[in-house]
Each structure stands twice: as C-alpha cells, then as structure tokens.
C-alpha cells in the first residue's frame, strides 16, 4: 500500500488524531503559560465553544457524509479539474493544491469581512471575548455550510490529488488551533516563524475590537498572502495584553458566549456602518 492508499484510507482517524493531539497541546500549553487573563470563565467558554463544534460537526456529517475528500475522489473518478487534467509528478501537484486552497481560504476570509451580511456569520468568530484554542472552531453553522460549498467549488476546478486535500483538512485544523492559541511564542521564534506561517500574534491582531486590525492578518497558515495582498499588520497599537478582543457594541456574555447566543448573533441588530458599507469620506484618513 502506498502512503497516498494509506492516508486515503485512514482518513477519519489521521484527522481525529491529529485534532485531539493538537488540542490537547495547546490546552496543556495555555494552561502553563496564558498569554492574556480570561475575560469570561474558561468552564463557559469551552462548554459553549466546543458544545458549537460538535453541532457543526454533526451538520457537516448530515449534509456532506462524504465531505471535501469525498468531492476530491469524485473529481477524480470524472477527470474534472486541473491537476486530474495536466499530468504533474505527484508532489508538484500535492504542494500546489495545498498553497491554493490556502489561498482560496484567505479570499474567503477577507470576503466574509467586506460583504455586510456574510460579516454578520463571521462575527460569531469575533464575538468571543476572549482567544483561545476553542475559538478557531467556533464558527456559524451557516458559514461552516458556506465554506464547505466553496472548498466543493474549488476541489472542481482544481482537480487536487485526494492526500492533498486530506493534508489541508488537517493542517487548517491544526493551525486554527495553533494560532488561535492564548500563548506567546519568544519573539525570535515569532519572527522566524512568521516569515512562513501564522503564528498566534500574528492571527490575535485580527481579533481586535478595532477595525483596522480586524481588517488586516486574513490569514489561516502561511503568512504570505497578507504580505502579498496588503493586509498585513505586525502587532496591535495597544499591544497583546493592552489590546481588547471582540466586537464593539457586543460584549456581555449572555449575547456572545452561550451557544443558543452564537446562532442567534447573526440576526441581531441592524447593518450597521462597518467596513463596505461606511461610505463616507473621512478626512481623518486622508492620506
Ligand atoms: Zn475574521
Ligand atoms: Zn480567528
């Protein structure tokens, strides 16, 4: 069996392995060194986000059995997509796939901040007052079913080697949980380790209350495209412990952190003035 034959068939349980082991690294690591205080109850915190992750999971399950790897086989046996289109040696096409729907992911991403009501499921993400390993899986079902229809889109076209997909499932996986993480990385390493990948600091700038650090550091695991595209900001005016984590106007616990208030966050108030939708000229701003 080849390795490709063996991860294919493995792949509920590389993925189950790889998410309990990281998150339980990661859960280990924030106990023993926090970068920042809890706002909010860690027992609330993890029972609500992990209590959304299981439903979105069971969600997933129902819509998409054969999920992203499923779509990924299908294109395969119908010859759909680029790389099922132009031979390619088979690393070339893995490593291709995988820094494409990498980079899918970050267009992804900065859309559903620009367009006001897909910003509306997105910011169950942001309304977690606090940051820690539970926040990267915590997500509307409606934006986890929106993701999933265009990773389908995306796997059509692409046409990536099914290990390549597997490799993407995982690693998103692992470095949501990884940069979503209330720890701190000394400031070499976050350097070095930046010039590749989102580290936490890197990804916690994104978190801020303030627009314009929420609108900038996109990204999910390489570094690159907020470098390439513009979005990139190094740390946060007010640092990582003075910064505040959230969203402006929703802050009290009962609105943001249970979990029949996450589903229901979407649809509450109005379109207000953020980001696409403040039109007007800021004199402030000019440049
Ligand atoms: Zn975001
Ligand atoms: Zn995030």
């Given at each position: 069996m080849t390795l490709q034959e063996f991860i294919i068939q493995h792949e509920?349980?590389?993925?189950?392995?790889?998410?309990?082991?990281?998150?339980?690294?990661?859960?280990l690591w924030e106990i023993a060194a926090p970068c920042r205080v809890l706002t909010v109850s860690k027992t609330l915190r993890w029972r609500n986000n992990i209590g959304l992750v299981v439903l979105n999971s069971i969600i997933l399950r129902l819509l998409f059995p054969a999920a992203a790897v499923g779509m990924a086989v299908?294109?395969?046996?119908?010859?759909?997509?680029?790389?099922?289109?132009?031979?390619?040696?088979?690393?070339?096409?893995?490593?291709?796939?995988?820094?494409?729907?990498?980079?899918?992911?970050?267009?992804?991403?900065?859309?559903?901040?620009?367009?006001?009501a897909l910003w509306r499921l997105h910011r169950v993400h942001h309304a977690?007052?606090?940051?820690?390993?539970?926040?990267?899986?915590?997500?509307?079902?409606?934006?986890?079913?929106?993701?999933?229809?265009?990773k389908f889109a995306v796997i059509v076209v692409l046409g990536p080697p099914v290990v390549a997909v597997v490799i993407f499932e995982v690693l998103l996986n692992a470095m949501a949980m990884f940069n979503h993480g209330n720890?701190?990385?000394?400031?070499?390493?976050?350097?070095?380790?930046?010039?590749?990948?989102?580290?936490?600091?890197?990804?916690?700038v994104h978190h801020s209350v303030e627009d314009d650090e929420a609108n900038s550091n996109f990204g999910f695991n390489l570094s690159l495209w907020d470098r390439l595209f513009g979005t990139y900001q190094d740390q946060p005016r007010h640092g990582h412990q003075g910064m505040r984590i959230g969203i402006h106007k929703y802050h009290d616990p009962k609105q943001v952190s249970t979990l029949p208030a996450m589903l229901a966050l979407p649809f509450r108030g109005k379109i207000s003035g953020y980001v696409i939708n403040r039109r007007q000229w800021d004199k402030k701003h000019e440049e």
């Amino acid at each position: 069996m080849t390795l490709q034959e063996f991860i294919i068939q493995h792949e509920v349980g590389i993925r189950l392995s790889f998410f309990f082991g990281v998150f339980a690294l990661m859960a280990l690591w924030e106990i023993a060194a926090p970068c920042r205080v809890l706002t909010v109850s860690k027992t609330l915190r993890w029972r609500n986000n992990i209590g959304l992750v299981v439903l979105n999971s069971i969600i997933l399950r129902l819509l998409f059995p054969a999920a992203a790897v499923g779509m990924a086989v299908f294109a395969q046996q119908q010859n759909w997509g680029i790389f099922n289109y132009v031979q390619s040696p088979l690393p070339v096409a893995i490593i291709a796939s995988v820094i494409a729907l990498d980079f899918i992911i970050y267009l992804q991403h900065v859309m559903v901040h620009a367009v006001p009501a897909l910003w509306r499921l997105h910011r169950v993400h942001h309304a977690d007052p606090d940051y820690d390993v539970t926040t990267g899986a915590r997500f509307h079902p409606i934006e986890i079913i929106l993701s999933m229809l265009i990773k389908f889109a995306v796997i059509v076209v692409l046409g990536p080697p099914v290990v390549a997909v597997v490799i993407f499932e995982v690693l998103l996986n692992a470095m949501a949980m990884f940069n979503h993480g209330n720890v701190r990385l000394p400031t070499t390493l976050d350097k070095i380790l930046r010039s590749l990948l989102v580290t936490p600091d890197m990804h916690r700038v994104h978190h801020s209350v303030e627009d314009d650090e929420a609108n900038s550091n996109f990204g999910f695991n390489l570094s690159l495209w907020d470098r390439l595209f513009g979005t990139y900001q190094d740390q946060p005016r007010h640092g990582h412990q003075g910064m505040r984590i959230g969203i402006h106007k929703y802050h009290d616990p009962k609105q943001v952190s249970t979990l029949p208030a996450m589903l229901a966050l979407p649809f509450r108030g109005k379109i207000s003035g953020y980001v696409i939708n403040r039109r007007q000229w800021d004199k402030k701003h000019e440049e």
